[in-house]
Every structure is written in structure tokens, then in C-alpha cells.
């Protein structure tokens, strides 16, 4: 029986739907009392039993086991050919633990690709072949070793460990690369190690780990953004935009948050999250377990019944304080990021750093003062865009939808209120509470 289909990598063709419809009508014969049998997909490998219903759907979406030709898990007998008791591989030789959990988390970042029905019928936001092409070079690092007979890591494992352990102890880009150079000799020949920084870094992006660089005039007037992108002078004030040789005087790291909302809802496990402040919250008069509880959530959904009336659409709130990257006391200098904190999740995951998106991070030396509001531009220009709604899918109702965000309130300290909200915390109407009434005194 030819089964050259399973190493087909395009899992749209007449040849790779045809087998998987044979492996069904094969399995069909071996089923269980309940309907239940081991998935063959990449994801599952063998390990995990579900309903018959859904393996044409996993097999569709994860692929074949490429190594998976004899049957065996599912009632077909040895192959003659092989010794009883030979270990039959039905997995990638470099897929372990770790390498299942980054798997994990391409799918989720991947996304859905396929319907359940026929393969041709694609849904109508399918990401386009670019991006498309972007998480199929990812996952074949995923599943290529860091060199040849590696059993513990795969390529994209073992660079996205690395960077983790630059970020942890503070490596500087000099002796990373000088690490990588002397890992890449050391390592076999063929090794996948990359060599440069730039070739580390724009794996990384890919993964979703990018940002935007956004230069800055030196007095804070403005951002070189969109229309002034290509400006050699601060519209505002006059100033050079560079200091020398296309070297601006700051630069604004922006990083996106609409595509790491979409990813919310791309895993089955946090899209039902998502959706526990309005089906799972217990509600109680008198009683505040949740910032749904509480009377600002309640008078944003009577203000905004459209967006309240989808338990899908993002509450955020806005965080920000500075603080000295340099970690030495006496090293005058303030940076400033902005943290975005999605409030749809239970409060246990709600405050777990893990779901923070990180928006901006304001370069220093000193705060940003009543400019704060200059380098708010990118996000809430993309805030706007988020208001009226993206397309997105929710893989836990397997449906399309559209994505609202909004940001309800901000969470600082008193300084930091003055920055973000434009009101004066200093003098005789220092309160925005007590306005007139405020009770000063002067030191």
C-alpha cells in the first residue's frame, strides 16, 4: 500500500486529503467502545486518544508523522521486514518535552489554518502565504536538530534557551556574538547554530518577538512617525533628527499589541479564558472578587452596550513608572515602559506576569514629563483601530469574530498620574478629587 502521501508537505493536495481519508476508513476497524483512538498528527503523536471525529481535522492542521508508516497503534500488524521488538520511531529524533511545549506554542501563534470541512474550503482570513511561509520555517527549526544525532535540542530550542540566559545575567551583544562564534566551531559540522546576533534576533522576530523602532527629536517634541518618518529636522522645533550618520538622538521601541490579542484567542485554552469575567465569574452583591464587580466596569458596559454585549472584547488597563534599567543607583537614568494588563482573564491570570504586553518603552536619560503623551501616539493610534474592531478567530467556538479593545483606566502612582492623565499634581488644585478643596501646604 503506497503511503508516500504522509511525507506530502502540502496538506492541501488531492494526494495527502485521499490518504487521509484511507487512514480513517483503516482506523474505523480498530476503534474502541466510545469511539476513541491515538491521533498520528505532529501534535499529538501517538500519545493522546480523542474521538474519530476529530482526527481528519488534526491531520489536516498538524500533518502525518513522517515516520509513522506501519500502523501499529492502530491494529495493524509488524512490518514483516523489521525484527519483532525493534523500536519503531514515530517521532522526530529531537523531539522531547521542551521541544513539544515551543511546538505548542507555534500552534498557537500560528493559529488556526483549515476548516473541519474539506480541505479546500479555507476561511476567509486565512493568513496570507508570506506569514504563512514564516511559521512553516519555524516549525521546520522546531523539528531539526542543533545538529545532526542531537537528542536534546532542536534549532529554535536551543537559540531562544540562549537568548533567555543573555536576558537573565546581563550579557552584553559583544560577548553573545563572541559566544555564538565559539559555540558554532565547537559544535559538529552542519551544526544550525547561528553565528551572528542579527541572524538570532530575526529568528526571534519571527517567533513574534519583534518590536518597532521609532526615532525621537531630542527635546521630546515629537516622534520621526508616519508623515515625519523621513523628516531631517523636528517639525516642532528644528532640531537635527540625527546626531550623526542616520544615528537618532532617541529611539522609541514600540511593540504591537494586535497581533498578541489575536494570539489570545488562538489557543483554546486562554480564548475560554478570555471569556471568564461575563460566563464563569460568580457575581454577589456587596462583594468585589473581580474589576467586572466593581462600578467603573459597570458604567463602561451601560456607556457602551455594543461593545460590552461580546464577552470576547478586551478591558485594559494602562500601567507605567520608571525606573533605572542600569540597576546602579548612582547612574542617572530613567526608563519608562507601559505595560498593558488585560482584565477579561480570572484575577489569578489577570496578574500574572506572563499576560502583560509590554506597549512602549520610553527611552530615558530623564522621565518624559508632560511629553508623555508624544510617545503615546503609536498605541493609541492602534487603540483607535482597535475600537472599531479587527478580524480575528476564536479557536474554543471555532468561529470568526470581530476584535474590540479598550483601555478603561490607568494604574501609576501620583507622579506618573500627572504624566499620563495631563493634570498638575503639584500646587493648590494638586487633588483632581477635591479640586478647590484641596488642603495644601507649602514646604
Known amino acids: 500500500m503506497d503511503r508516500s502521501w504522509i511525507s506530502n508537505p502540502d496538506r492541501l493536495s488531492a494526494e495527502y486529503e485521499n490518504g487521509v481519508r484511507e487512514f480513517v476508513t483503516f482506523v474505523r476497524g480498530s476503534l474502541d467502545v466510545q469511539g476513541l483512538t491515538k491521533f498520528p498528527c505532529n501534535r499529538c503523536m501517538n500519545r493522546e486518544v480523542h474521538h474519530i471525529d476529530s482526527v481528519r481535522y488534526h491531520l489536516l492542521i498538524y500533518g502525518f508523522l513522517k515516520d509513522y508508516i506501519h500502523w501499529t497503534e492502530h491494529g ?29 506554542a507555534l500552534r498557537d501563534a500560528a493559529g488556526h489554518a483549515y476548516d473541519i470541512g474539506s480541505s479546500s474550503d479555507l476561511l476567509s ?41 543573555k536576558v537573565l545575567y546581563k550579557w552584553s551583544d559583544r560577548s553573545f556574538v563572541a559566544l555564538l562564534k565559539l559555540l558554532h566551531e ?8 547561528p553565528r551572528t546576533y542579527y541572524e538570532t534576533m530575526k529568528l526571534l522576530c519571527d517567533v513574534g518577538l519583534g518590536y518597532e523602532h521609532i526615532d525621537v527629536c531630542k527635546h521630546d517634541c515629537t516622534l520621526f512617525y508616519n508623515e515625519h518618518k523621513d523628516d531631517d529636522v523636528c517639525p516642532i522645533c528644528g532640531v537635527s533628527h540625527y546626531v550623526r550618520k542616520k544615528i537618532p538622538h532617541k529611539r522609541l521601541r514600540y511593540f504591537p499589541i494586535t497581533p498578541r490579542l489575536k494570539r489570545l484567542y488562538s489557543s483554546k485554552h486562554t480564548a475560554r479564558a478570555m471569556r471568564w469575567h461575563k460566563e464563569q465569574r460568580l457575581e ?9 464587580d466593581g462600578e467603573a466596569w459597570k ?23 520608571g525606573f533605572n534599567p542600569f540597576s546602579h543607583m548612582s547612574t542617572s537614568y530613567n526608563m519608562w515602559p507601559v505595560i498593558l494588563i488585560p482584565y477579561n482573564l480570572p484575577p489569578w491570570l489577570t496578574m500574572h506576569r506572563s499576560n502583560y504586553l509590554l506597549s512602549l518603552l520610553i527611552p530615558g536619560p530623564k522621565s518624559p514629563g508632560k511629553d508623555f503623551d508624544v ?69
Open 76 to 104: 495493524e500488524q509488524s512490518n514483516p521486514q523489521v525484527p519483532m521488538g525493534s523500536p519503531i520511531q514515530d517521532t522526530p529524533p529531537c523531539m522531547n518535552e521542551q521541544d513539544e511545549e515551543m511546538g505548542e
Open 125 to 165: 482570513d486565512m493568513r496570507p502565504p508570506a506569514e504563512q511561509a514564516q511559521y512553516d520555517k519555524l516549525f521546520e527549526e522546531l523539528h531539526n536538530p542543533l545538529y545532526d544525532d542531537c537528542m536534546k535540542f532542536s534549532a529554535l530550542t536551543f537559540i531562544v534557551k540562549l537568548m533567555n540566559v
Open 186 to 193: 565547537a559544535l559538529p559540522v552542519g551544526n544550525r547554530c
Open 284 to 292: 454577589e452583591d456587596g462583594k468585589l472578587r473581580h474589576p467586572a
Open 299 to 321: 458604567k463602561f458596559d451601560s456607556l457602551y452596550p455594543e461593545f460590552a454585549g461580546d464577552p470576547r472584547s478586551v478591558r485594559m488597563g494602562l500601567a507605567s513608572d
Open 375 to 443: 510617545f503615546l501616539r503609536p498605541l493609541i493610534e492602534e487603540l483607535k483601530v482597535l475600537w472599531d474592531g479587527v478580524q480575528s478567530f476564536d479557536l474554543y467556538q471555532q468561529a470568526s469574530f470581530t476584535l474590540r479593545a479598550s483601555v478603561i483606566w490607568t494604574v501609576s502612582d501620583f507622579p506618573a498620574f500627572a504624566y499620563l492623565s495631563g493634570w498638575s499634581t503639584q500646587g493648590k488644585l494638586a487633588c483632581p478629587i477635591c479640586l478647590e478643596d484641596t488642603r495644601y501646604k507649602s514646604i
